[in-house]
């Protein structure tokens, strides 16, 4: 009977360190959030009218000037093309405030822009409101303006610049960017940041709210501005050993998460549809190509990870009719891909850890989407994709790592009449995919890794 008592608990041990049953999990908020796919961010400000990327803060408040400011032309725009949300730099690096920041001189107040009574975070969060689009804030922490940059009283002006937009009439504010870039300030010296301080005002406020931070806590930066998430890609990481601008892991691992993450914070892919983040004139024949966008898509939204496109307004105040157009033209070829499931009627079967999709007739394909059930955490590490020729054969057509919230393989384009997904590693029990698809794509002409 020892014996017998002995060897269970052997097992219960063996059990124990074999399958990892305490992953991070998502909050319903980050959950909401992974589900919105593709959100717009919006650079605007004294750089679009000086054609610099990082201004210095000594641009005068006057040049902030646009003709015909119209955010709802933002908001129709975004729409239209999709995305589920915009973001705008309140705040960027030069310290001008696109609404009237009370502990700030620097701001729309003080320019003749609508004689200083014009504010672009109500204009922009009206819009959203209107169009069923969420609202979001990026707000440089580095300020090139503020006298107190280097000094502790800094993080007391930026936790009351953080109170006017989300104590403020702009809400609810579902995203809080966090910049990571990080210079010195007039006394020489670099700004000692209090985030538990800076994260814990933006949820007094909006306790819905996703921190975008190198570390979160609400997702992370994808590591690049390229538009690349990792083909292997975890929403874990260990985010106690990351903040904005100081990341000792390095950029490969916020690309690819960690499986052994002891949080749960996404993936976000910030890139611009232009070369610099802010508009210029001399950029409007290099927006991305629709090829290039899909590229992005593919290897964002279909690793795991949230798209932020950028679309800078132009010195009118409005989306250039160029990166409007290229938008839809984007949507369209999204909708002619993804409109139709060549999977939809398929029987679904599941065995163990192998999912099989069996077709009426012959369906031709080149990629497959998989959800994986996210909820109860990231579990599958490795996987293969086998399809069923007309000639009775299964052939491996992908092997791959990771799925998350979503995963679009690109394969070859097949023709098959059954396939199956076999995970082949997990990190913890009870793995689950929703439904697979199967989409082609006529389109897309680049390369694909
Ligand atoms: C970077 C900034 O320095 C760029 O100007 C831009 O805002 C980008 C999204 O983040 O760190």
């Not at 307004?313 to 070829?333: C, K, N, Q, W, Y």
Request: proline content about 6%; hydrophobic content about 35%; aromatic content about 10%.
């Amino acid at each position: 009977m020892k014996k017998i008592i002995a060897a269970a608990f052997a097992l219960c041990a063996l059990c124990a360190c074999g399958e990892k049953n305490n992953l991070p999990k998502p909050t319903r908020a980050q959950l909401e959030w992974q589900d919105m796919e593709m959100n717009m961010f919006c650079h605007f400000g004294p750089n679009t009218f000086t054609g610099n990327e990082w201004g210095d803060g000594t641009e005068t408040e006057d040049i902030f000037n646009p003709s015909d400011l119209d955010c709802r032309q933002w908001a129709a725009t975004a729409k239209a093309a999709g995305f589920k949300g915009i973001i705008i730099t309140a705040k960027h690096h030069d310290g001008f405030c696109l609404w009237p920041n009370p502990v700030s001189t620097h701001t729309v107040a003080q320019s003749s822009w609508r004689d200083g009574k014009g504010d672009v975070l109500a204009e922009l969060s009206a819009a959203c409101k209107e169009y069923g689009l969420k609202f979001g804030v990026y707000i440089s922490p580095w300020d090139r303006n503020d006298p107190h940059y280097g000094t502790p009283e800094y993080n007391e002006v930026f936790v009351k610049t953080l109170e006017s937009v989300h104590g403020g009439p702009y809400g609810p504010i579902f995203e809080q960017w966090f910049d990571g870039a990080n210079g010195e300030g007039p006394n020489g010296k670099k700004q000692v940041y209090d985030w538990p301080l800076f994260n814990s005002t933006v949820f007094k406020y909006n306790p819905q709210a996703i921190i975008f931070g190198d570390g979160g806590p609400g997702c992370r930066w994808v590591g690049n501005e390229e538009g690349h998430a990792g083909r292997t890609c975890w929403g874990m990481m260990n985010a106690d050993e990351v903040k904005p601008g100081e990341n000792p892991r390095g950029t490969e691992y916020l690309n690819q998460g960690d499986p052994e993450g002891t949080h749960w914070v996404p993936a976000e892919t910030d890139v611009s549809i232009r070369p610099g983040w802010f508009w210029r004139e001399s950029e409007n024949d290099r927006v991305k190509s629709v090829d290039e966008l899909l590229r992005i898509y593919y290897e964002s939204v279909g690793r795991n990870s949230l798209l932020l496109l950028n679309v800078p307004p132009d010195v009118t105040g409005r989306i250039h009719p160029v990166d409007s157009a290229r938008l839809m033209e984007f949507r369209a070829a999204l909708d002619e891909i993804f409109a139709d499931d060549l999977a939809a009627g398929a029987k679904l079967r599941r065995k163990g850890d192998c999912w099989t999709l069996t077709m009426a007739e012959p369906v031709t394909f080149n990629r497959v989407v998989l959800e994986e059930d996210i909820a109860s955490g990231q579990k599958i590490s490795a996987f293969t994709i086998e399809a069923l020729g007309e000639d009775g054969n299964w052939t491996e057509i992908a092997s791959e790592t990771t799925i998350g919230h979503k995963r679009i393989v690109p394969v070859p384009a097949v023709t098959a009449l059954s396939i199956r997904i076999k995970v082949t590693g997990t990190i913890a029990p009870k793995c689950s995919i929703k439904r697979p698809g199967l989409y082609y794509d006529g389109v897309y002409s680049g390369e694909m890794s």
